[in-house]
């Protein structure tokens, strides 16, 4: 009826239906950049370790519900939290999450790290590696002695982040920032906040050993036994703050700030810290 001719099949493009060309490319997305095939994991039936363990570096885990353990990352990876209070939880029985390996590349997006007891250092998290924690929550964590919320010994940024409720017995109810034999630990704030931690000696929110930069950050009601409510920078650290808001801490002495502290761009609040006020 056609002549005998066969009628050749449209492949539209951009104009009508999806094109082969644009599938390929979907898949070649895909398989480059494994983000847009996240691996879901509901802590309510998997193992998160198992997991984190077969993951493939630069890979995504979208995390719902609470996984309760010790967690360890040892390669490059992204967990993302996702639906109702996402949560990784330690159980009061160590780190609740360790990042090893320097070059290791860790996202933390949309997730709360808490119940980290019964450690020497890091109640929250130990970081070695390369850190970032976006939109995320670090309380209710304990150490014995450095970092209750978060021990550094590498590079960690918060962004839009939380770090509160924190406790440690000597230095770094926060955060402490430390220096190891490769170099100074590198902490970042942005748009964050570092509120509400204790420490029985120096740094009630953070206790810097590094290099330290603050941006539109706030330390708030944080509380030192000794020195440094808000934030304690060690001799020979280096700490730059720039548009934040140090206010309500307390300690024995220097209750916002203690030691050398560099100032600059947009002004910074330091006011109603006890003692010295200002």
Known sequence: ?????????????????????????????AAINPALAAKQVNCAYSNLQSELDAIKSGGTLE???????????????????????????????GTVLTVTGAATNVMLKNLTVTGGNNVASGGGILNYGLLTLTNSLVTGNHAVNYGGGIFNYGSVTLKQSLVTGNYVGLDGGGIYNDSSASGWGDLSLYDSSVSGNKSGASGGGIYSFGSTYLKNAVLNGNHAGTDGGGLKSAPGSTTTITGSAITGNVAASNGGVSGTITFKGKQSTISGNLPDGT
């Open 1 to 29: 009826m056609n002549g005998g001719k066969r009628r050749k099949q449209r492949v539209y493009g951009i104009s009508g239906k999806v094109s082969k060309t644009g599938i390929a490319f979907a898949l070649l997305a």
């Open 63 to 93: 995390i719902s519900g609470t996984c309760v353990g010790n967690f360890v990352v040892w390669k490059s990876v992204e967990l993302r939290g996702k639906g109702m209070a996402p949560t990784l939880f330690g159980a009061n029985a």
